[in-house]
């Protein structure tokens, strides 16, 4: 519960799997524990990023058991996390829009804090989570401090944890951006432009939890590579035409009503 003790009025909650069969079903029932004591009224939007094991099906069959909470956005194929991400800020439907990641390593419960910060007198637009202790492998902690130092030099973007899947946006300000990538570089490239557009950011720290299930996929070479081709693509375009950069990709969320997962 926030701090405050009092409850958002509407929260979308949504969150990416990929291949997250044994996460699944203990990341809904924690959600459906903790959200009501977050929010007046709330929704679960889950993004199958096209598993090959059974997330899918288990994914269905949640949403079939509380129609009115939980939906599920199924992709085809595996598109990556940024398309993940996207599709979940598209069909979420209420003011207030947050995020996790399907493995567990962020507390449903913990979002509380980020909705009190939310809700200070300051009224920022995006409160962004920042894991106080890494729960992660050596080599993905090196690749997160090499990326901030990066983002730092190229776009004076001083978050200091980018990728932390662990965020809270206020719906109207998203509406003021488009993201190009459909890979990791997306949380990144959308605090980018939202800095760009004047949009408040602040940060609060969260606990970070091991991965207890399934396998991370986010140090794959290619997932990597696909990162920095993003990231080059959009600070050449930047230097060329900042204005045409800003509006190159596709908005991030659709009309309430428009939003139907």
Not at 5 to 15: D, K, M, P
Request: glycine residues 8%; hydrophobic residues 45%.
């Amino acid at each position: 519960m926030p701090e405050d003790g009092r409850r958002v009025a509407e929260l979308s909650y949504f969150f990416p799997a990929h291949n997250e069969e044994a996460n699944l079903g203990p990341l809904v029932g924690e959600a459906l524990l903790e959200l009501p004591r977050l929010a007046e009224r709330f929704e679960i939007v889950i993004v199958d990023d096209g598993s090959r094991d059974e997330t899918p099906a288990i994914a269905d069959r949640l949403a079939a058991q509380q129609p009115d909470l939980v939906r599920v956005v199924h992709h085809a194929t595996n598109l990556g996390y940024g398309e993940a991400l996207r599709s979940g800020f598209r069909a979420a439907r209420f003011d207030l829009i947050a995020f996790t990641d399907g493995d567990r390593q962020f507390r449903v419960a913990d979002l509380g804090l980020l909705l009190t910060r939310l809700a200070q007198d300051d009224l920022p637009d995006v409160v962004a989570g920042y894991r106080q202790k890494r729960a992660d492998p050596p080599i993905r902690t090196a690749y997160a401090r090499a990326y901030r130092l990066a983002n730092g030099i190229f776009f004076g973007l001083t978050v200091r944890d980018v990728d932390c899947a662990c965020k809270v946006f206020r719906r109207d300000v998203l509406g003021n951006v488009r993201v190009e990538s459909g890979g990791a570089f997306f949380s990144a490239e959308l605090l980018i432009k939202l800095r760009a557009r004047g949009s408040r950011l602040v940060e609060v720290g969260v606990p970070h939890h091991p991965r207890t299930a399934g396998s991370p996929s986010g140090a794959r070479p290619a997932v990597v590579a696909r990162a920095v081709k993003d990231f080059w693509l959009l600070r050449l375009r930047l230097w060329a035409n900042r204005e045409k950069a800003l509006r190159r990709g596709v908005p991030l969320v659709t009309s309430p009503d428009a939003a139907t997962g």
